[in-house]
């Protein structure tokens, strides 16, 4: 090994003495060129042979090479120290291979596109190792890690944390054996420690925390209620050989302050570079190319630097395709020189490029949905009244919520009152606008799921009833509801039927465990439900509930679908010149088919399977899967791809500029572990979508054949409308439209046929990404 690494620094020296004047002349690296292209004479395209290059910059590569790329077996050595020696498949690392760091440390297993992906060895440079699985260069499934100070792991792991059932064993003796989240101890599980001590037991973040038992070796115990906060600890000290409620001088914080003190889970090793980080300077020949199309500067992965020149920048997103920045060793040999040339640094565009439709239009700008709620606004005072009332309901004092509640609080006859004159009362503060009375549906429950949801109450307050007002939407939805959104558009409000109100009562308890049994769920998140009742002859009544919005992000979002798996109108009847970026189109109008990597989209049918399971026993239909995807960066131009119904700007006097987000922002994202923490299935998935064509014209076609067009997108999705009960009305309605349409085409079937049609057509344009 070491005589091949002498070999490999001598002609790494030697190619860089060739292109030491790379800045300044392109003599030297013509020479490396003209030794690199004699090599290719003589070989027919796509055969395999084995090949030595020096490339320009001074990376090396010994191996299997076809079409000017390694292919097969072979040695890659980076000017960095860093090597890669095994598999390539059409220039990635793809199957069983070593990468090796300059600092010592080496990873030795399977790898696929150039991650280290599926069973493989990561020894550290400290000495620790893990062995295991992994996906995109992320420990994820089960594996054993051993770390450098002794300790070690065995489990289950998720996105470079360990998750799930797992072992940890101490240097010192002790060991854990029970259930992991995101890398802590938290859930079912015990403790044991050397003196025979151990703690049996619910977890939280690393320390006890629920009902748990810690024994002594001598039979003594104790038990009852743990946690790091004293005023919350509760529990009874049981001595040796009795039953009987012995002395409670023990102080169980002992536990916290002594017993836990060093028992600290080892922090993850940061690895400085990742093999799918690292670029290959590969050269290739442009001559007898077309002298119309300006050199371009990509890498082997086919992804164009867009900095080096903004008219180079028109392109195609396929397989990967999209700008990224490079080294400037590999810049464009002839803008270097200051001179016209026909040869070219490049690489070599991903498998399965397609030349087919054109690039993506991105907008600058987006109009901000709805209209401003101002004074004289007809619905002025419903806004204040909505702010005082949630104002009302969340700052009131009260015990803290627990997880664990009551069948009495989802009772649908727990609701309150409370008056809201205009001079104010002892519970309630003057205001400007009229008198009203407000009710709170079940507050236990929705202020129990805002802390299950993560939601702080000053910071909902403050979205709600800040000093910036609401958002109306422009108009309606199909069912007569108006919407609002709050200020920074993290909640949307919701006027609610009688019908649905009753709907939701009665579903509560079911939709509270079936949101706490499973984090990931696609449902709609739901906050608060509540009444105001305007005095007066008319006595009117608006209900309403607070949600998530889906659409909260800081990128915008560049096309919404709403889709159901029906197709009796499921297209959108606006004009193309009416469409933009806030339009929701339908199952008829969607176009593409949503790629998720491997561990995304097994979580996804296992999550929408449940979703559908609970809502199918809830006697629920009509719901639709609300897609948003925002188009990464791949160009400076602003173009659609053809035949796409692209949301455009059509102005407006309140806009806004979005940033956008590029290819290495997102590459970033997938390699940095701590990035995944912002992404959770349906929220920040990077995936890429690859277009469809309804090609069959006689009949109408739900899904359209794939093109083999690909974009590289930021995916939103969630499950929402889940308050449509299969009533008499609905049941009608099925009846009637089964006369003069195919009952399979229609929204209001029956909830176990629907949940079924609904599944199997998201799974149809849902798909794995290969």
């Known amino acids: 090994m070491k005589a091949w690494e002498a070999t490999v620094r001598k002609t790494q020296a030697a190619a860089k003495k060739r292109a030491n004047t790379i800045f300044g002349t392109s003599y030297a690296v013509d020479n490396v060129e003209e030794e690199n292209e004699d090599q290719e004479e003589g070989h027919a395209s796509g055969e395999v042979y084995h090949a030595e290059r020096f490339l320009p910059n001074g990376d090396y590569y010994n191996g299997y090479w076809a079409d000017n790329f390694p292919h097969g077996y072979g040695k890659y050595w980076w000017t960095d120290g860093c090597m890669y020696v095994g598999e390539w498949f059409r220039g990635k690392s793809m199957g069983k291979g070593t990468f090796t760091w300059p ?110 038992t810690f024994r002594w070796p001598d039979g003594s115990f104790y038990t009852g209620y743990w946690s790091k906060d004293a005023k919350e600890q509760n529990g009874t000290y049981y001595p040796s050989g009795t039953v009987v409620v012995g002395n409670l001088e023990w102080d169980p914080q002992e536990v916290f302050n002594n017993d836990l003190k060093d028992c600290v889970v080892c922090p993850a090793e940061k690895v400085p570079i990742w093999p799918s980080q690292k670029k290959l300077a590969v050269w290739r020949s442009a001559k007898g190319a077309d002298s119309s199309v300006r050199p371009r500067r990509m890498s082997v992965d086919g992804r164009i630097d867009a900095s080096v020149d903004k008219d180079m920048a028109r392109m195609r997103l396929s397989d990967g395709a999209s700008p990224y920045h490079c080294s400037a060793g590999l810049l464009d040999r002839g803008a270097m020189a200051g001179n016209d040339s026909d040869d070219t640094f490049s690489g070599l565009p991903s498998e399965g490029v397609s030349t087919r439709g054109s690039p993506l239009r991105i907008p600058k700008v987006v109009k901000r949905q709805g209209e401003t709620i101002c004074k004289g606004h007809r619905n002025y005072e419903l806004m204040l009244n909505l702010q005082l009332g949630i104002r009302h309901s969340v700052g009131r004092p009260g015990p803290p919520p627990s997880l664990d509640l009551k069948p009495s609080a989802f009772d649908p006859k727990e609701k309150y009152w ?18 009203f009375r407000w009710k709170d549906y079940c507050p236990k429950v929705f202020r129990t799921l805002r802390m299950l949801f993560k939601v702080d109450a000053a910071d909902y307050m403050l979205s709600i009833c800040g000093d910036d007002a609401l958002r109306e939407l422009s108009s309606p939805g199909k069912s007569g509801s108006f919407f609002y959104l709050t200020n920074d558009d993290r909640y949307m409000i919701k006027t609610m039927k009688k019908a649905e109100v009753k709907v939701l009562l009665r579903m509560l308890n079911a939709y509270y465990n079936h949101v706490r049994a499973f984090e990931n769920t696609l449902v709609t998140k ?73 561990t995304w989209f097994q ?160 799974f149809k344009v849902f798909a794995e990404d290969t």
Not at 741 to 759: E, G, L, M, T
């Open 103 to 212: 600092s010592g440390a080496s990873y030795e297993g399977n790898f696929k596109s150039g991650f280290m992906d599926g069973e493989g060895t990561y020894t550290g440079a400290n000495g620790g190792m893990y062995r295991g699985s992994w996906v995109m260069n992320l420990k994820h499934g089960t594996g054993m890690k051993e770390y450098a100070n002794g300790d070690s792991y065995e489990g289950e792991w998720s996105r470079g944390s360990q998750e799930g059932d797992g072992k940890y064993q101490w240097k010192s003796g002790n060991y854990y054996v029970g259930e992991w989240k995101n890398g802590k101890i938290s859930g079912k599980g015990t403790m044991y420690w050397a003196n025979d001590n151990l703690y049996e037991g619910n977890w939280e973040d690393g320390f006890p925390k629920g009902n748990g």
């Open 418 to 435: 409370t008056k809201f004159p205009a001079e104010g009362s002892k519970s309630t503060p003057p205001h400007q606008s009229c008198e």
């Open 526 to 598: 739901y906050f608060g439900l509540h009444c105001v009742k305007l005095n007066g002859p008319a006595q009117k009544k608006v209900r309403f509930i607070i949600m998530g919005n889906l659409f909260c992000s800081e990128y915008m979002i560049h096309r919404r679908y709403d889709l159901k798996g029906s197709t009796f109108g499921r297209l959108t009847d606006k004009p193309e010149s009416e469409i933009d970026a806030t339009t929701t189109l339908k199952d008829l109008d969607l176009n593409f088919i949503f790629r998720l990597q491997k």
């Open 603 to 762: 979580e996804f049918r296992r999550q929408a399977d449940k979703d559908c399971e609970f809502l199918e026993q809830e006697r629920i239909m009509d719901y639709s899967l609300l897609v948003g995807l925002h188009f990464i960066e791949a160009s400076n131009d602003d173009h659609t791809p053809s035949g796409a119904r692209t949301p455009v700007d059509n102005g407006g006097s309140e806009t806004e500029s979005v940033p956008r987000l590029s290819r290495a922002d997102v590459d970033q994202l997938l390699l940095d572990p701590e990035g995944w923490a912002s992404i959770k299935l349906g929220i920040n998935m990077p995936a890429r979508v690859e277009r469809t064509e309804r090609r069959n014209e006689g009949e109408v076609q739900l899904v359209g054949e794939p093109t083999g067009e690909y974009y590289d997108v930021i995916m939103f999705f969630g499950i929402i409308d889940i308050l449509q009960d299969y009533d008499i009305t609905k049941k009608l309605e099925h009846a009637y439209k089964s006369i003069q349409y195919d009952p399979n085409s229609i929204s209001a079937v029956d909830p176990r046929q629907y949940s079924r049609r609904f599944r199997d057509y998201i």
